[in-house]
């Protein structure tokens, strides 16, 4: 039987654009223009992965995984390459993505919802689950600006959780909060996870979560796959890499 995938990665490039070093004085007094420099952070990178699968990265920081979660999610455009999600809908859970700041943590559950393509009502069945998941009292109708990051990430988490789309995209937000929503959504996940037409790709330094929830891990650096495979020889020879770093 063939197997179904939900997510195509092919030759992926991604770049940044930033502000070379110059001398103020020189830009001020003789009329220097600002030269750009441009930082390539994904390097072509190819990968699948099957529908109901559960894909970690892992690489040291600035290896080019959460650029790539990003452009999973289209917040970031490829330069070159194709992204394929064969119809699936995606929602990114991340801190500091998605929220508007001036809106309360009430409103951006209805705007982070339709923003996922749910309807009014669909988000109004689940409003009170969201906002018991959440647990951060009042603050729900507070502007999410006043917002610790734990509060933003109970809140970003029990969005994503419980208005279920067929891939999860996951940056680090399962290691945010404090020991009892950690827990909590910890559980959550894997209740998610145990869903076989559910896709998930995790970013995370942990890796023991990364080698308790996945299928299958893959590890990029300076933004190109360095190994994909079974979580315990991935994770192993990647601790062996850092300890020479």
Known sequence: MKKEIAITVKNLHISYRGLKKFSIKRSLFKGTKNSKEIFEAVKGISFQVEKGKILGFIGKNGSGKSTTL????????????????????????????????????????YLSGMLLGFSESQIKEKEKEIIEFADIGDFIYKPVKTYSSGMHSKLAFAITAILETDIILIDEVLSVGDAAFKEKSYNKMKELIGDDNRTVVIVSHSLDTIKNLCDEVLWLHNGEIKK??????????????????
């Not at 452009?71 to 194709?82: N, R, T, V, W, Y």
């Open 228 to 245: 994909i495979g079974d979580p315990d020889s991935v994770i192993e020879e990647y601790k062996k890499f850092m300890e020479t770093q």
């Open 70 to 109: 990003r452009a999973l999610a289209g917040i970031f455009s490829p330069d070159k390459g194709i992204i394929d999600l064969h119809g699936n809908t995606v929602s990114l859970l991340s801190i500091g993505v998605g929220f508007q700041p001036k809106l309360t943590g009430y409103e951006n559950i």
